[in-house]
């Protein structure tokens, strides 16, 4: 049983090492090539997301009354895909079933199953990818590598954490107590990892699979099963992987129910009584904070993993590369249209300009070269259908409407040619405007006038204290005021980028390197993936007793 | 300013190695004698205690608008100590001015001073001791061990599991990601450790220090400000800690307001106050689940370690060694009159009785055998002095006297010549009686009639799983039956002694080795001490920009 351990086990070494240097390291190639993934694998990740278009979506074995699933893609047409669906109690008396066989397989059994899991994930990250493209709106090249291998690497560092976490501690010992001139007391004691309970993972529409292997794989290592609850408009790429994890359990013989899938429909959601069924225990969660909230109040008898939401700051405060910064920032601002939960929203400028490589520059003149530096990015269609995608919800369009009426306009956002799309809307707003004190979620970024650069600072960095905030950036070139950026958002629990220019952007996140939301602010309590993201998932329960030889 | 750390770095190492053998190791000899602590530490220790009574406590530079304290040792005597004391706010506002310069003060300086002040603690052991003594009850000879090195040995445990989680990822890594035929990105990365905010460790009665130096030390050393709120009737022991705490910040040039003593009185508490304060984030509670339940629904904003009630339970399947079994029970129940968290309450028995080395013994044979063993125990008046001690709550010996009307007395509770005091109260229930559902904190054991040995395995561990248990014991000479029970307490959360007959208890939890607790039951969700006790007090937040040579 543990043949996937030994097979996979040289990966889980390396991945341990990762997490312990966190400089560049993946298993998982992120470009979509022949040479990564072979000859066909382009086409036969076409043919296979055509293929599931349009019919049922076959899960053997799983609990099914009915069928659910309604996708459209973004980009226009219907998916025309329905899933097995079912009372919520019968997905959870399916999880409690496969519950003891999953925590008797042992360590090395499970973490072999979660790396087999990952290793043919990777090679459908074409289907993976297209799937993610038609429920999310991201970009082809973007919905392979976000819901394909970067997805696979969270995954993959949920299980290297898992493992060392499982093995840190000794399953057995021999304690012998000295007693002076009489004998010893010698006791052996042992001690059975115990897993939590039922795991519950509610994913967003945006990151299907990124947001959600964190949890899910996390959960399935260390013992519990899984039930998987998708986005209702971003099923199938989540689908696609409980089938594959299903798979894998089958083949070593443990229960398939210790992954789930639970598919709901909009207006008759599940969400909420699965999570408060007194057999879950784990709930890792990503979207609103409202929705983050409602679960803190009511599903108490879990532990709750979160992704939440919060307002993501930019602070311009001087430039030796003005150019660079407008194009760096050009990007981070129209990726997948602002729909990242690392993308920038407000951009504090101070109201008297700022130092740059190009002399001195106005607040306008720096929107505007920041406007600018959109445009050009913008200005083929082809890239700019590669780099913004399409906006998954249509209440983020609605949103953009109605704040793009209350106040002044920098750069305008626009339509492209092809499904429900929006380019980036600029809008420049006075320091304290109730605008930029809340997330907007989108193609939207406020640039915001402040006294001067300490106050953009001291203000960002207390917003993101009190919203919360995934990611800040400044750019600088006096290295004190760098130290006093540096310490005021490490206070507010938010990483800083600094001085980006080049091909790396604030809103990327690397696997082994980034601990991606700190825990310490609003924006989430979890954090991927350190400690606390395993460690309460099982327990330690001893028995022990005397040795008499 | 890591003098403290060098001078006591062998001693970490040393730690944090016995957290992974998991085999015997104190550095804090449990032995109060000459030998360990001194020619004059005996004397001193008396006669520090001595010149404390009756006094006003200093505590230089704490906060105080008035003084509090009325502790009546359970032996008798008023220790008429008053206390600095002030208002909830003051203290809050006094662990907020701390915060700053010891989470800048940086890892090995807070282990440092920890260290330092376990050292000194475990110096003045004696005065512990008698401080101890005479807030629980305990006799001497318990309260040195229980309330000195043994304390010293869990917050030790705490300082080397959170040492070993700050340094478990790096402070600062290179992030360098090819480019294919380009120059590689480049990135520095730098993480810092960000407290999670105020702390509070709510202390309990009966064990003071024991039960509040593990997070007191996993916070302090972590770098969030501790607030210390002792029970009313044991503050003493506290005190004393809190001083020597105060002193080591202030020699190493760290503010003493990063341990503070919240005094309050019987009818005038202030522990709701400071536990829903927003500045408080991290609650370390060691009590009854009715106030524990109180702070889960109130104390929203803080993280929650918690060590409640549950019901401790021993089943008897067989022996083959009935005295051994007998005398070791009885000291288990009669050892400071039962007020262990881990002392057992319910022995189950079958009805028609058990099998042992000398023959089948009926069910009120070996209810006999184990009162008679307790009559043997307690028959020199000084040594059942030195095993029971004294009561620490009134309230303890009512609820005993409620209960002998409501059953079938083995044997009866008695009170010794000094203090309040009383022996193990016997009774013989049916299986289902309520009175063995409930925990019944004191000198009261039931023995439960069940159908056969595996009912007594099932009702005891279904028992924990659903009310809490922190022990079990088990005497049964069949592996089949013994495999069965493992299975089941491990399953309930519950940690399991099997055939204990010498001078070894199920009452006692060895720091280093046994986790205390499992946070798998509701008798408490924090396990003394494993990673997850330690891993969200503080979180790591990052830093990084492009590295352009």
Known sequence: MTDLFSRHSALLERAVTA???????????????????????????EAAFAALQGQLFQ???????????????????????????????TLIAAAKNAAPALAAAGIESRVGVCLEILHRLNRMSFLIG????????????????????????????????????MIRFPTEARWEKPQGKAAPIILEKHWTLVPAGVALTIGCNTFPTWNSYPGLFASLATGNPVIVKPHPAAILPMALTVRVAREVLAEEGLPMDAVLLAVDAPGAEITTELATDPAVKLIDYTGSNQFGGWLRENARQAQLFTEEAGVNSVV?????????????????????????????????????????????????????????????????????????????????????DSIRARGRVIRNSGALAEGRTATPLLMAVDAGDALAESECFGPVAFLVATKDADDGIGRAADLAARKGAITAALYDTDEDRIGRAIAAFTAAGVNLSINLTGNIFVNQSAAFSDFHVTGANPAGNASLTDTAFVATRFRRVMWRRTVTS
Chains 1, 2 share one sequence.
């Open 316 to 400: 311009i405060a001087a430039t030796d590369d003005f150019d660079g910064m407008c194009a760096n920032l050009a990007f981070s601002l129209s990726l997948y249209s602002g729909q990242m939960c690392t993308a920038p929203q407000n951009i504090y400028i101070s109201v008297d300009g700022i130092d740059t490589d190009k002399g001195h520059l106005s607040f306008d003149s720096v929107a505007d070269g920041i406007g600018k530096a959109i445009d050009a990015l913008l200005d083929d269609p082809a890239r700019t259908a590669g780099v913004c995608g399409a906006v998954a919800n249509p209440a983020t369009l609605a949103r953009r």
């Open 19 to 45: 997490l312990h240097e966190r400089s560049y390291w993946t298993p998982y190639p992120e470009v979509p090539s022949s040479k990564n993934y072979g000859e066909t694998a382009k086409a036969d990740g």
């Open 59 to 89: 899960l053997a074995g799983h609990p099914e009354s009915s069928r659910r699933g309604a996708e459209v893609s973004p980009f226009g047409p219907e998916l025309g895909i329905t899933y097995p669906a079912c009372e919520p109690a």
């Open 130 to 165: 297209h799937a993610t493209q038609h429920t999310t709106g991201q970009a082809f090249a973007m919905a392979f590598q976000a819901g394909g291998p970067h997805a696979q690497d969270r995954g993959l560092e949920a299980v290297a954490m898992a493992w060392e976490e």
